[in-house]
């Protein structure tokens, strides 16, 4: 029991209710929001090094032992994750200062930005299936009104596709839940693998495991992508960075989760479905990321081509590839914020997204130009910065598995990656300059310093392999050995 | 009964489908407000049906008390969804003019 383990979730949650009941004091928001993020960033290092010393931390919520009350589990890769999102949302939040704009800031934009921190720290924590449900929800119903801030026409256009895939999947997750709590009598994780592992994985429990697949799939924009790169375009670049940054990773966390803890026994048909799924996702990405001549929606494509590409390395389930995983998925998160931040940028100094009506722009930005193009190089995982270690290790671990077509397609989205990021490189930032410093759109004030923090977290990342290696190692240590995590959960009380 | 139940279920959820897959919005959202009536019974019916006992511990004869709480938590989450979603369609009819989902595919020169 430690009473830690639920602080990344309530210290978000209180502090936007109390900027709820004080009103619309936009200097309030903007210094308890940011603080409230710094506070829950150390909280989770904190947790870092707890479980780094003492093993998985759980907290049994009212004291009711493990499966009839709610566990809230804290392992090494879910305490990375809170880390990691922690810093992409002082980042992004110190981008909206500058860029949101009054209209939203007094629309309540910092209370729901935390809520939807809320229930992303709370996915990563949570022990227990339906509270996982609930813990989507929180973020969901957040992520509907931050895309529809601020009501033009094509955040709502779009944000009602969004609302409606979101609740369908919700549907499917609630009806994965009854058939579950249905075969196997609980809904504890722990539980539910100890169940699953006793009596052993039949097609009733493969269907539904599926079904699960489906539904997190959709939220992942794995291979059910078709919602993505809609949504993921209209709303104004902060959102849009934390959208891009964090929601498809819940969906990833809960397909790793499900499929290293509970349903790990039939990897000849999940895992397999999981690599098509993986395979298909990565192609269909890469033809749109180069299809597109808009630089929003190649940025979507990029974060669908992301998904597939982590998914190879569960797909592989050996231990180098799970590793790379995680380093991909640490890196993924950081490297998305960065490039649709800098896209944001671009955008506004233009005007527009098209890459054919902007040229020239490092010509008076070139920080802003530098900074993209390590971005891009380290989004195609160029050595030595941080996408590459995760590429190599998820690469080899698919060659380790014989599945050798898997990786191929991942080393050929790449260059496709990197061929798409380019593009916009050339045609944004090379070439004559179209507009003079008075004519461009906006300024970059202000804008450059979350970038900068977070190009500097993306090469010190890919620099300091070594410094993160021991923490990730753990991670893939409990991943790959369920028995801890569910002995962590019931502590050595009778389970029943 | 459990028979019974899940011909409900399966006419709910084909009704909102039915209804999720027209063209005005809101007949989606009552079609989705139908699917999750039709899901909310199915998890009552999976935690196994039981007439006349009670939620408690008191003798051999008890209902399983964790459907019902799992479907009281679904059922507030569908209410404050469905309500938001009323709130977006009313919004986006009033901004966009339409609503029927064809018209809301968007243009290229947006």
Known sequence: ?496 | METLMSFLVGILITIGTYLVLTKSLLRIILGTSIIGHGVHLLILTMGGLKSGGPPLLEDVSYTDALPQALILTAIVINFAVTGLFLVLAYRSYKVLGTDDMDQLRGTEDE
């Open chain 1, 1 to 496: 029991m430690n009473n830690v383990v639920i602080l990344p979730i309530i210290i978000p949650f209180i502090a936007g209710i109390i900027m709820v009941i004080f009103g619309r004091n936009i200097r309030l928001h903007r210094w308890l929001s940011i603080f409230t993020m710094i506070a829950t960033g150390i909280v989770a290092i904190t947790l870092v090094s707890q479980v780094q010393t003492q093993g998985i931390q759980t907290l049994q919520l009212g004291g009711w032992q493990a499966p009839f009350g709610i566990s809230m589990v804290a392992d090494m890769f879910s305490v990375l994750l809170i880390v990691t999102t922690c810093l992409v949302a002082v980042t992004c939040l110190l981008f909206a200062f500058k860029s949101i704009g009054k209209e939203r800031e007094s629309y309540y934009f910092y209370p729901i930005f935390l809520f939807l921190i809320t229930g992303v720290n709370g996915s990563f924590l949570t022990g227990d299936l339906f509270n996982l449900f609930v813990c989507f929800e929180v973020m969901l119903i957040s992520s509907y009104v931050l895309i529809t801030i601020g009501g033009e026409k094509g955040q709502l256009r779009e944000s009602i596709k969004y609302v409606l895939i979101n609740v369908l999947s919700s549907f499917l997750f609630l009806i994965a839940i009854a058939y579950l709590y249905a075969v196997t009598g609980t809904l504890n994780l722990a539980h539910l693998s100890l169940r699953i592992a006793e009596v052993g994985q039949d097609g009733l429990i493969t269907t539904v495991a599926i079904l699960l697949l489906i539904v997190f799939s959709l939220k992942a924009g794995l291979f059910l992508f078709f919602w993505l790169p809609g949504s993921y375009s209209a709303p104004p670049t902060a959102i849009a960075a934390i959208f891009g940054a964090l929601l498809t990773k819940v969906g990833i966390y809960a397909i790793f989760r499900m499929f290293t803890l509970v349903f790990y026994h039939e990897p000849q048909i999940t895992h397999l479905l999981i690599a098509i799924m993986g395979a298909l996702t990565m192609i269909l990405g890469a033809i749109g990321a180069v299809a597109y001549n808009d630089i929003r929606m190649i940025l979507a494509y990029n974060v669908v081509i992301a998904v597939g590409f982590i998914m190879a390395g569960l797909a592989s389930f050996t231990s180098a590839a799970l590793m790379g995983s995680i380093y991909y998925l640490i890196h993924d998160i950081i490297i998305k914020a960065v490039i649709f931040l800098l896209g944001g940028t671009m955008i506004h100094l233009a005007g527009t997204s098209k890459l054919n009506e902007m040229s020239g722009l490092i010509r008076n930005h070139p920080a802003l130009g530098w900074m993209f193009f390590i971005s891009a190089l380290s989004l195609s995982g160029i050595p030595p910065l941080s996408g590459f270690i995760g590429k190599v290790l998820i690469t080899q671990g698919t060659f380790e598995a014989d599945l050798f077509w898997l990786g191929a397609i991942g080393l050929i989205t790449s260059l496709m990656v990197l061929y798409s990021i380019m593009k916009i490189f050339l045609y944004g930032f090379w070439g004559g300059t179209l507009l003079s410093t008075k004519m461009e759109k906006g300024t970059t004030k202000g804008l450059l310093l979350p970038i900068s923090i977070l190009t500097a977290v993306t090469i010190a990342l890919g620099l300091g392999v070594e410094g993160i290696h021991v923490y990730v190692d753990q991670a893939v240590y409990t991943l790959l050995d369920p028995s801890l995590y569910i002995s962590a959960v019931f502590g050595g009380n009778p389970i029943p």
